[in-house]
C-alpha cells in the first residue's frame, strides 16, 4: 500500500507561477497592509461572486467573529452550539460573553431551534448557531425566535462559503455572519477571514473596529483591534478566486463517489443532502453506528494505520472542554450533540483526491475486519 499519507483536507493551491505577477505589483506599489488595492479588489471581486452587499475583510475567522460580537455590542449571554469548534465559543469568551449551550437537530447537526426559547434568559442578547460543514441552519425559524426575543443573530459561517439556498449566498443571514479563509477551508488565503455585512454603514463601523478603532488621524472610536488581511493575503485570494468553481466541482465528485459506495455498507451512515441550489461540499462526515463491525474510534485508528487521516469533527464537544465545563453555571453537554460527537468521522474530501486514494478508503470501511486482522498476524 502507498505510504503517501491522506488527510482529512490538503489546500488548493493554483500554480505557483500564476502567483507571481501579484507579488510584482505588490513589490512595485509598496502598499503591503492597510487596505491596499489587492484588498479592496478581493472585496470587490467577492461580493460579486457571493451576490452579498458588503463584505469586511479579516486577518482570519476567528477576528472576523469576535469583531461581529463588538460591532453589535453583544454581551451577557449567547445561545450557541456545542458541536462546533472551538472558536466558536471563544470568540464569546473574549468578548466577556458566556456561551449557552443548545441540542443540535439530528437530521442536520446544525442547533435545534425547538430548543433555542427554553435557554433564553433576561441576559440574553443574541444568538450564535453555525452552518455545520456548510449545510445551512433553519434561518426562518431562529429569526422569528431573534424577532420575537429581540435578540441579534451572528452566524459563524467559517464552512459555508460558496453554499447558496433558494434566495442566493447562505452569507447573507442574520444580522452578520463571519466566514473563515483558514488554509484548511474550501476557500482560502492562507490565514483569512471575512464579516458579510447588510450596508456600508455597518461595514464602515467594522472597518473601523478592525484598524484599532481609529477613524481618522486624530479620532479613536473604540478599543479596537488589528483584524486587517495584508495585501499577500488578499492577492492569493484573487487568484484562489479564479479556481473557485473548478475546486467546487471536485468536491462534488468526491462527495459523490462517497455516497454511491458507501450507502450500501451496514452500519454507516450520512446526512441527507438538503435541498440546495449550490452546496460547496466541504466536509464529509459518517456516523459509525451499532451495526457497525467497529466502534467509531476503532474505525478512525484503523484508518490512521492506514496512513488515512479522517477526523473526529466536532469530539470532544466544545461543552466538554476543561475551560468550559469549569464555568458551573453552564448545563452539562445536551445529549443528541454528545451521541453524535460519539458516532461521527469526517472522511478526507479535497478537489485533488484522486480516484485510487478514494477506492483506499472505500476499501478499509467496506471491510475493516479482513483489514484488521490481517494487520494482526
Ligand atoms: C475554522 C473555523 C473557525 C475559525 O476560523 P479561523 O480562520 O481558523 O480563525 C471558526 N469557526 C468554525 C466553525 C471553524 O470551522
Not at 483591534?225 to 492577492?235: D, P, Y
Not at 466536509?283 to 466502534?295: A, G
Request: glycine residues 4%.
Amino acid at each position: 500500500m502507498s505510504d503517501k499519507p491522506i488527510y482529512v483536507t490538503e489546500p488548493f493551491l493554483p500554480p505557483l507561477e500564476e502567483f507571481i505577477p501579484y507579488l510584482e505589483k505588490i513589490w512595485e506599489s509598496k502598499r503591503l497592509t492597510n487596505n491596499g488595492p489587492m484588498h479592496q479588489q478581493l472585496e470587490e471581486a467577492l461580493c460579486e461572486y457571493l451576490g452579498v452587499p458588503e463584505i469586511a475583510l479579516f486577518n482570519n475567522g476567528t477576528i472576523a467573529l469576535l469583531t461581529a460580537l463588538q460591532a453589535l455590542r453583544i454581551t451577557g449571554e449567547v445561545i450557541t452550539t456545542p458541536f462546533s469548534f472551538v472558536a466558536t465559543a471563544h470568540a464569546l469568551t473574549w468578548n466577556d460573553i458566556t456561551p449557552v449551550f443548545v441540542d443540535i437537530d439530528p437530521n442536520t447537526f446544525n442547533i435545534d431551534p425547538n430548543k433555542i426559547e427554553a435557554a433564553i434568559t433576561p441576559r440574553t442578547t443574541a444568538i450564535m448557531p453555525v452552518h455545520c460543514y456548510g449545510n445551512p441552519c433553519d434561518v426562518d425559524a431562529i429569526q422569528s425566535i431573534a424577532d420575537k426575543y429581540n435578540l441579534k443573530v451572528i452566524y459563524d459561517a467559517a464552512h459555508a462559503f460558496g453554499v447558496q439556498d433558494e434566495g442566493g449566498s447562505v452569507l447573507r443571514h442574520g444580522d452578520l455572519s463571519a466566514v473563515s479563509f483558514h488554509a484548511t477551508k474550501v476557500f482560502n488565503t492562507f490565514e483569512g477571514g471575512a464579516i458579510i455585512c447588510p450596508d456600508k454603514k455597518t461595514k464602515q463601523h467594522i472597518n473601523n473596529l478592525k484598524n484599532f478603532g481609529i477613524v481618522d488621524e486624530v479620532t479613536v472610536v473604540a478599543a479596537g483591534i488589528n483584524g486587517k488581511m495584508s495585501e499577500v493575503n488578499a492577492a492569493f485570494g484573487l487568484l484562489q478566486l479564479k479556481y473557485i468553481d473548478k475546486a467546487l466541482d471536485g468536491r462534488k465528485f468526491v462527495d459523490s463517489y462517497y455516497r454511491s459506495t458507501l450507502h450500501e455498507v451496514p452500519g454507516i451512515s450520512f446526512l441527507t443532502p438538503l435541498d440546495l441550489e449550490k452546496h460547496n461540499f466541504s466536509y464529509f462526515p459518517i456516523l459509525v453506528e451499532d451495526e457497525y463491525p467497529l466502534s467509531r474510534n476503532e474505525l478512525y485508528f484503523l484508518l490512521k494505520e492506514n496512513n488515512i487521516h479522517g477526523r473526529r469533527y466536532f469530539y470532544p464537544l466544545i461543552s466538554e472542554a476543561s475551560t468550559y465545563r469549569q464555568q458551573s453555571h453552564i448545563n452539562p453537554s445536551p445529549d443528541i450533540a454528545l451521541r453524535v460527537a460519539d458516532k461521527v468521522l469526517c472522511l478526507p474530501i479535497y478537489p485533488h483526491l484522486s480516484i485510487e486514494e478514494i477506492d483506499k478508503i472505500i476499501q478499509l470501511i467496506r471491510q475493516p475486519t479482513a483489514v484488521a486482522s490481517s494487520h494482526e498476524t
